[in-house]
């Protein structure tokens, strides 16, 4: 799933998105009503919660684009909740644009 987001704005997007999980995981916060088990902030954020569910947002390296993908081995509900969770900090950003697919 990737959202169109200009070249000039995507890292800056990307940089916020991360300071978000970053700040959510210093509260102890929950983000789609779980805790945060991990976050790697390696070439844009990776976000895992206690159920080992992850969502995944960096900027592509070639397109105006940024790169979403979600996983849960719990279930497809999960799976789209982290999409929600995901999509939803992103819609706060109005640099970010329509999805070229979703799930």
Aim: charged share 25%; glycine share 10%; aromatic share 4%.
């Amino acid at each position: 799933m990737s959202p169109h987001c200009a070249d000039e704005a995507k890292y800056g997007v990307v940089d916020q998105v991360v300071k978000h999980f970053e700040g959510l995981q210093a509260k102890g916060a929950k983000s789609g009503g779980q805790s945060i088990r991990d976050l790697v902030t390696v070439n844009g954020v990776r976000v895992t919660v206690e159920d080992r569910s992850w969502g995944l947002v960096r900027a592509s390296s070639n397109k105006p684009e940024l790169v979403g993908v979600v996983e849960s081995p719990v279930s497809e509900q999960r799976m789209h909740d982290m999409f929600e969770m995901v999509d939803g900090v992103l819609r706060t950003h109005p640099e970010v644009g329509e999805y070229n697919q979703t799930i």
